[in-house]
């Protein structure tokens, strides 16, 4: 609930010494607003995407990576 306030709070027009009249008080929640609801559809495609491959070809999305690590001096092997 206290996290409402900052959603909330950014799209009530400024008053008093805090008005600019050379910006849009609307133009910051707008962007932020925006942002959010292209990155909640981003990941509503995703997984869209991935419910076809699953019902299309039976398969699952999994990344598999090898760690590499190196020395910090640059040198390939670990005995000092």
Do not use: Q
């Not at 008093?16 to 990155?39: E, K, M, Q, T």
């Amino acid at each position: 609930m206290g996290n409402l306030y900052a959603i909330v709070g950014n799209c009530v027009p400024p008053t008093g010494v805090f008005a600019d009249p050379n910006l849009g008080w609307y133009l910051v929640p707008a962007i932020s607003w925006s942002i959010l609801g292209f990155a909640t559809l981003w990941f509503l495609g995703f997984l869209l995407r991935a419910l076809y491959h699953k019902r299309r070809w039976n398969e699952d999305i999994l990344l598999e990576r090898e760690p590499e690590f190196e020395s910090a001096d640059g040198a390939d092997s670990a005995a000092a």
